[in-house]
């Protein structure tokens, strides 16, 4: 099993900078890719980024050029580095996990507010 702890979200002025953080514990040795995934308001939930247990990373075109997805080893710990926010970023973000054996294991989420 694999437990996930968000952390960094808040309130944040449009154009502002947010750096969100996974930490992951337990079996973290079966962890394949990570991924920061987001839900709006009203909205179903939707990937933003993911890297994968060997550093490849993709973004989702909304995003691309203004978020960083980055993972410390030692730490077990993925980091969600988001620049640039707008309104339309406000939402929960969520953390998850798929291991090398299928299974697939989400966190509670980080509230993060875009507004003026």
């Known amino acids: 099993q694999v437990r996930l702890v968000e952390s960094g979200g808040g309130l944040v002025q449009p154009g502002g900078s947010l750096r969100l953080s996974c930490a992951a514990s337990?079996?973290?040795?079966?962890?394949?890719?990570t991924g920061w995934y987001r839900q709006a308001p009203g909205k179903q939930r939707e990937l933003a980024a993911t890297i994968t247990r060997n550093g490849i990373t993709n973004y989702v075109d909304p995003v691309k050029g203004r978020f960083s997805i980055s993972r410390d080893n030692a730490k077990n710990t993925v980091f969600l580095q988001m620049n640039s926010l707008k309104p339309e970023d406000t939402a929960v973000y969520y953390c998850?996990?798929?291991?090398?054996?299928?299974?697939?294991?989400w966190g509670k989420g980080t509230l993060v507010t875009v507004s003026s």
């Open positions: 998850n996990v798929e291991t090398i054996v299928g299974t697939s294991y």
């Open positions: 337990g079996s973290t040795f079966r962890i394949n890719a």
